[in-house]
């Protein structure tokens, strides 16, 4: 397997944003990138050109946090609980939807565009008919209080290849699978490193899962975030990765990074060459580990705090979106 | 009255009278009033009527060290770039709005009033602390006394049986950086500190001794010290040794006030399973029980990280605990007399750092007062439409000492003397924020 | 208390040692003794008050005064016995002289100046500090070893502990180094009001920082080393915003003029400085001092003829504190003009012979212990109001530190027939050194409640504190208690408590309300025991360094 060194990881291109970003999803083979942020504003930019200039969209009322692209359309999900469908072609608005009560952190589209997962701290996963915005299923699986009082937080979502199978993942370390044909609950995992409390030094929780991916052929789950935390003011521990065989409930790989960090985004090689979170403290890093996640291979700064991140279609490279900042990276030249 | 007594300042006996001396004779069997303070005299003696009106006044103080944000709860900015994503909400106070985080709190905003404009300019944690708990900077050649020091001598009865000072500081975080500290007044003072327990220590009688003989060892102790006293000052240390003694057995009376499950279950659950609740529900107790300042810390509000995260957490907490705190102190009648103040070393940057965070700030930042003396749903000082810093009636650390200390119905401009210097209790020419007074 | 800036330039020449003169009139001769130094001056400050001091101390007060100031606990009853049985004439020097040689005063001497320096930090200085005392380093010695330790042996690595653990925050550790060596507070010119503060607080903070500021730690603190730059200067601003360089400035408004003191790194030397710390790193090996280092540079300056004033007087203020219960100059980190001392020739006296003796810690405390003014009573029976306590008329009262309250409840609570009997022997020392330590626990306890301040954590400590009753009141073999249970008569039981924890005979008042409450405990004498030999260790007699 070979993932690229540090020194490979080149910013080729920089765009400054007023608002932090927290979302993006790009149009396969399109340089088309829509984002979303800090400032309750869904944009779209070409980074194809020379200049590239943002245009709005639309807003929600709150921080923009989840992107999906779903046949001819865009989703977008932010902390106002709203699901708003944005037409691709003449970048009106569809429709907008009251789809959690709580905080929208993260919306997923199934590979074959037909739904829509949206997970919020209402902790209720919900899927959606991508073309219609109709509800299909409510996943419920994730406690709404933390153990120690505390309201949890549902950050995390993700689908499988093939489409059959959808996990998500809380602020404690849950995990719970999903199949998305019958919304059945399939596997559920603990992942309690991720989660710091501590009744006599820190009590404040902090961490959960942030991130989630499946292997290209669906057997391995991975989860990312942030190991236990020394002080949890500063976010002090390292970018951590868990990867497991889910159908086993059996972690297979874990791979920490060098310095602070949390892990946003986790994306793995289509041919298993790599699996690369992103994050940061502050500032980015990319993290590149085995795919089975039993070592970590390579860590490259980036420009700014990493919130997400849309791989290249020929795996050249990203776009990475996070802290006042879009910046493209390549790690092939 | 104890040993030797200084000259009052200008020399006239008008001034020999004290607040403590005058209610130390009033109160049936007082003890020798704290033979520390021969070392103060109160310089400007009100009216005996008039300083009579503390009487009964007490405070809570939670204390949200690490610095909580101002912008997560008491003067949010909704959609600015500074904002963050909480919404502010309506409040039972028309036109007042506060973070969508204190559901609680906006429907009893007409028992608490919000300063927004405390300027106060030290952003360490260390610094900080001492300033918002002294209310000014700390001088070199004078150790001043906290605020729950002052309060335990102002209000506090010279031979009260309970703790005058008690402060629960549970998290380890900022526990070194304002510990109480009695300053001048003397150790008499010094608080009654939690840490890791939930009863003060060594306040159990040890199962090894028969209480008549705790008792009557503390007598003889006494008798050999009487000895020891003859022909010398009982100012300064001498006089802390044998107070520190005579105050033993009462406070080990009041052991139970700390033992919350004596409250029904009821109550307990209206407080939640909390420790920051479980810890202002003892404050409560103690309260009742006639303790004048208690200090409850919360800590780890200082969010360089995921500060909308921590807030998520933290605010509602704080929502949660501070409403059934005033709904329980308003029910008993205690309201009245009681202020409870939130405040921290100071608040958090309006600008939002990479990993979500936001960092020490003290030019612009918020505290509450509720209760005794202060006027409900009143909003004072203003900050800019990004919160950065104050554009209308700043207050500063000494101001707002001030109008706490008016709002108890103490004379913010009283003095002590140190020595020979008179130490007022909020520097010179310092003005309260009347606007809040009741 | 402010400072005006003026007034501080004008202490840095009065302060020049080698000219006390400045002050007006001559000091008495240098060749006099240090108790005669003492006496002349507290004498005759008192003498123009028209007061009558408090008489001199007994036998049993100096005994315990002198062993609780030099060897950090009280004396055992036999010593005290022994001491005031003997009719020789020069028995105090010769008290005074023993207890000095004695690991005590190590022990002691070691616990004073760590508090000094450390201030409660609980680093670990200490090992360079009892092998220093145990030779009798000189202060100034001392002082440059902790400003410029030396990180290839051993006694430099323990020395390090001072600045490692503060080199980080050179705002503090300027204020704690200006404050403990020079007996000068400048971080109190962060005040704004005074409008010469300003000035004072810009050159002669940032002076004083920009001798530790090219220092920084290469690696953790601990497993770290020191590493100075040799060149680079750095800027502040004034409170108006200006930029301005930081120039090495002692507080005396010396500066300091090499040309790598003064100007900005050139890109050249810049990389000799990193190359020096990159071959530590390699080498896991202090870096080579720098040619000029600004440190060194810091000692330099404050032992100079001219301006070791500043640091001669700030040891002398401290000591005296220590022995007399308060400075000749209150606050002790106020020295400065508009803060005189209350006997200025006596402090300019003791700063000038401190210095001609090589600043010999042990020889000043022997000076002033064997002074009247130390020995008097600490009662005031004469007339009227007491005389305030800046005259030194009578003895202050002064509360045993933890260390020493620690030391002496284990020496108080010991059964004194398992002591040698010779007590002038280095067993007898060596006995005491091991019950000494066995406080250790104690000493724990005492700083968790209340950190050894006179309060009611400390009271409430003794009254229901488990570690106190289980340790001494313990009734073992070994132990007062378990001595005092094998004795038959309570007037025994009465006497030998009060004599091992006053150190001397109960008075007849004392003795009947003492065996009075044993009489009405006859059905629980051993508890009885406890009782009595509680209310005596929590008695102000044993409290108090009376």
């Known amino acids: ?333 | 009255m104890a040993a030797t007594r200084p000259s009052s300042f200008c020399g006239s006996s008008d001034h020999t009278i004290d607040r403590r001396g005058f209610l130390g004779t009033i109160a049936a069997g007082a003890s020798a009033f704290a033979a520390d303070m021969t070392a103060l005299e109160v310089l400007k003696t009100p009216a005996v009527a008039a300083d009579l009106k503390n009487k009964g006044k007490r405070v809570i103080l939670l204390w949200l060290a690490g610095g909580s944000s101002q912008l997560e709860t008491w003067d949010p900015k909704p959609g600015a770039p500074t904002g963050g994503p909480f919404r502010s909400i309506p409040t039972s106070v028309p036109s007042v709005r506060i973070s969508e985080l204190m559901p609680r709190m906006a429907a009893r905003m007409d028992r608490t009033c919000i300063i927004r404009s405390l300027n106060t300019k030290i952003g360490d944690h260390g610094g900080g602390a001492r300033l918002m708990m002294q209310g000014r900077r700390d001088d070199p050649s004078v150790r001043y006394p906290d605020m729950g020091a002052v309060l335990a001598h102002e209000l506090g009865r010279a031979d009260s049986r309970v703790p005058d000072y008690v402060t629960f500081y549970s998290a380890t975080e900022g526990r070194g950086m304002a510990p109480g500290t009695p300053g001048f007044l003397g150790e008499r003072y010094a608080p009654m500190s939690l840490t890791t327990e939930t009863v003060p220590a060594n306040l159990r009688k040890l199962d090894t001794i028969e209480d008549i003989d705790h008792q009557q060892r503390a007598e003889l102790r006494d008798l050999l010290s009487r000895r020891f006293e003859r022909d010398r000052s009982l100012s300064g240390a001498l006089g802390s040794h044998n107070v520190a003694y005579e105050r033993v057995r009462g406070l080990m009376a009041s052991e139970s006030l700390f033992d919350i499950r004596r409250e029904p279950q009821a109550v307990r659950d209206r407080y939640g399973p909390t420790q920051f609740g479980e810890q202002a529900l003892v404050a409560r107790r103690l309260i009742e029980a006639g303790v004048p300042f208690v200090r409850v810390a919360r800590a780890w509000w200082d969010s360089h990280g995921q500060n909308f995260e921590t807030h998520q957490e933290m605010v509602p907490e704080l929502d949660h605990v501070m409403a059934i705190l005033l709904d329980d102190l308003a029910e008993r009648g205690l309201l009245q007399d009681t202020l409870v103040i939130t405040l921290a070393e100071f608040g958090r940057t309006p600008e939002i750092n990479p990993s979500l965070g936001r960092d020490h700030f003290a030019s612009a930042w918020s505290a509450t007062l509720s209760g005794a003396g202060v006027k409900g749903g009143a909003v004072y000082g203003k900050t800019d439409a990004n919160g950065r810093s104050v554009v209308d009636g700043q207050v500063g650390p000494a101001e707002l000492f001030a109008t706490i200390y008016q709002a108890l119905g103490i004379d913010h401009e009283k003095q002590y003397m140190v020595g020979s210097r008179p130490v007022p209790l909020t520097d010179a020419g310092t003005e309260p924020v009347t606007a809040v007074l009741a | 208390m402010r400072i005006r800036g003026k007034a501080i330039a004008i202490v840095g020449i009065m302060l020049g040692a080698s000219n006390p003169a400045s002050m007006g009139g001559e000091l008495l001769p240098a060749d006099r003794p240090i108790a005669e130094a003492v006496d002349y001056y507290v004498d005759e400050a008192i003498h123009r008050e028209g007061i009558q001091p408090a008489p001199t101390a007994d036998d049993t007060t100096m005994i315990r005064r002198l062993t609780l100031d030099l060897a950090g606990r009280i004396p055992t009853n036999a010593e005290a016995q022994d001491f005031v049985g003997s009719s020789d004439s020069g028995k105090i020097v010769a008290l005074v002289d023993r207890l000095l040689n004695s690991p005590g005063y190590v022990r002691h001497q070691t616990a004073e100046l760590d508090e000094l320096l450390m201030a409660g930090r609980r680093d670990h200085l200490r090992d360079y500090l009892t092998r220093s005392v145990s030779v009798n380093r000189p202060w100034d010695r001392i002082f440059r070893e902790l400003m410029l330790p030396d990180e290839s042996e051993t006694l430099g690595k323990m020395a390090a502990s001072y600045l490692k653990p503060q080199i980080k925050d050179a705002d503090r550790l300027t204020a704690d180094v200006s404050s403990t060596f020079f007996g000068v507070n400048i971080s109190c010119a962060q005040c704004h009001d005074h409008p010469l503060v300003e000035d004072w607080k810009q050159d002669h903070f940032y002076g004083m920082k920009a001798f530790f500021e090219r220092t920084t730690l290469l690696g953790k603190s601990k497993d770290g080393f020191l590493a100075e730059r040799g060149f680079g200067t750095s800027r502040f601003k004034t409170t108006e915003g200006v930029e301005r360089p930081a120039r090495m400035m002692f507080l005396s408004g010396r500066k300091a003029t090499e040309p790598e003191a003064t100007r900005d790194a050139t890109e050249e030397e810049k990389k000799l400085d990193k190359a020096r710390f990159e071959k530590s790193q390699k080498d896991k090996a202090p870096p080579a001092p720098p040619r000029f280092s600004a440190r060194a540079k810091l000692v330099e300056l404050s032992l100079s003829p001219e301006d070791r004033g500043f640091f001669a007087r700030a040891i002398v203020n401290r000591i005296w504190a220590r022995l007399f219960g308060r400075g000749l100059v209150m606050p002790m980190d106020q020295m400065h003009s508009a803060n005189p001392p209350s006997h200025p020739e006596l402090l300019d006296w003791l700063a000038r012979d401190t210095i001609a003796h090589g600043y010999d810690l042990k020889r000043l405390i022997r000076g002033m212990v064997l002074s009247h003014a130390y020995a008097r009573e600490s009662r005031w029976s004469g007339k009227g109001e007491p005389p305030r306590p800046s005259l030194f008329a009578v003895a202050a009262l002064r509360p045993m530190t933890l260390e020493q309250l620690a030391a002496s409840l284990r020496i108080a609570t010991t059964d004194p027939s398992t002591l040698p009997d010779d007590q002038k022997s280095a067993e007898l020392d060596r006995r005491i050194e091991t019950i000494v330590q066995q406080g250790s626990p104690i000493a724990e306890a005492l700083r968790s409640a209340g950190d050894g301040q006179i309060g009611v954590a400390e009271a409430l400590l003794f009254s229901n504190g488990k570690r106190m009753d289980e340790d001494l009141l313990s009734d073992r073999d070994g132990r007062l208690l378990g001595r005092m249970l094998k004795l038959s008569s309570p007037d025994e039981q009465v006497t030998i408590a009060v004599r091992n924890i006053f150190g001397r005979e109960p008075d007849p008042d004392e003795r009947t309300a003492l065996r009075k409450y044993l009489g009405l405990r006859t059905d629980r004498p051993a508890e009885a025991c406890r009782q009595v030999v509680w209310a005596l260790l929590t008695s102000p007699e044993f409290r108090f360094n009376h």
């Open chain 1, 1 to 333: 397997m070979s993932a690229p060194s540090a020194e490979k990881v080149k910013v080729v291109k920089q765009l400054a944003r007023p608002e932090i970003v927290f979302a993006a999803a790009r149009r396969k083979g399109t340089s088309l990138l829509y984002f979303g942020g800090s400032d309750f504003r869904v944009h779209a930019v070409d980074l194809g050109r020379d200049r590239p200039e943002a245009r709005e969209l639309g807003a929600h009322s709150s921080y923009v946090t989840g992107l999906a692209v779903a046949g001819g359309s865009l989703v977008s999900g932010g902390y106002d609980g709203r699901l708003n469908w944005w037409d691709l072609s003449s970048g009106s608005q569809i429709r907008s939807l009251e789809a959690h009560a709580k905080w929208i952190r993260r919306i997923a589209a199934s590979p074959d565009g037909r739904l829509i997962a949206s997970v919020a701290d209402d902790m209720v996963c919900r899927l959606w008919d991508a073309e219609t915005g109709a509800l299909r299923s409510e996943l419920r699986g994730h406690e709404e209080m933390t153990p120690h009082h505390f309201p949890s937080m549902l950050y995390a979502c993700a689908f499988s290849e093939d489409g059959q199978h959808l996990a998500t993942g809380d602020k404690v370390g849950r995990v719970n699978l999903w199949s998305v044909e019958d919304g059945c609950s399939v596997a559920r995992l603990e992942t309690p490193t991720f989660y710091t409390w501590d009744p006599v030094q820190r009590r404040h929780s902090i961490g959960g899962i942030r991130a989630l991916a499946f292997s290209p052929d669906g057997s391995r789950l991975a989860i990312g975030g942030i190991g236990q935390i020394g002080n949890i003011d500063h976010l002090d521990s390292k970018p951590r990765i868990e990867v497991f065989d889910w159908r086993a409930g059996r972690r297979i790989g874990e791979a920490q990074g060098e310095g602070r960090g949390m892990v946003e985004h986790l994306v793995f090689h289509p041919r298993g060459e790599w699996l690369m979170g992103a994050g940061g403290y502050s500032d980015g890093l990319l993290l590149f580990c085995e795919s089975d996640g039993t070592k970590a291979l390579a860590q490259a700064k980036m420009p700014m705090y990493v919130h997400d991140m849309v791989l290249n279609d020929d795996l050249s490279g990203a776009v990475a979106v996070g802290h006042h900042k879009i910046a493209a990276v390549n790690w092939s030249a």
